[in-house]
Nanobody, 122 residues
């Protein structure tokens, strides 16, 4: 059974950095895209970034380009989200998810992790 598990969330001051991890297990994701989404209280879930497992092509939400970087370590079956220059508005639960086709719409993703909380204090 395919599983995705996020880790690395926490409390950080504005201007700080965090690296989130998404560990994949239970099936091969070689032909999948792994994406990161986030959901703040009272808001809809929004796309952050995604990476193609094979070939490692990446794409980002325009508003987050330059601050967030997605990468993957195939040997560890893990996708990372490096977040720099964090702002209070980045506070959200961050989820990783998997889809077979490039997508920014959450309904296109088939597998989801449980989420990890990121809180940025001002």
């Amino acid at each position: 059974q395919a599983q995705l598990a996020e880790s690395g969330g926490g409390l950080v001051q504005a201007g700080g950095s965090l690296r989130l991890s998404c560990a994949a297990s239970g099936r091969t994701f070689s032909y999948y895209y792994i994406g990161w989404f986030r959901q703040a209280p009272g808001k809809e879930r929004e796309f952050v970034a995604a990476i193609r497992w094979s070939g490692a092509s990446t794409y980002y939400a325009d508003s987050l380009k330059g601050r967030f970087t997605i990468s993957r370590d195939s040997a560890k079956n893990t996708v990372y989200l490096q977040m720099n220059s964090l702002k209070p508005e980045d506070t959200a639960v961050y989820y990783c998810a998997a889809t077979r086709a490039r997508a920014t719409y959450d309904a296109r993703y088939d597998y989801w992790g449980q989420g990890t909380q990121v809180t940025v204090s001002s």
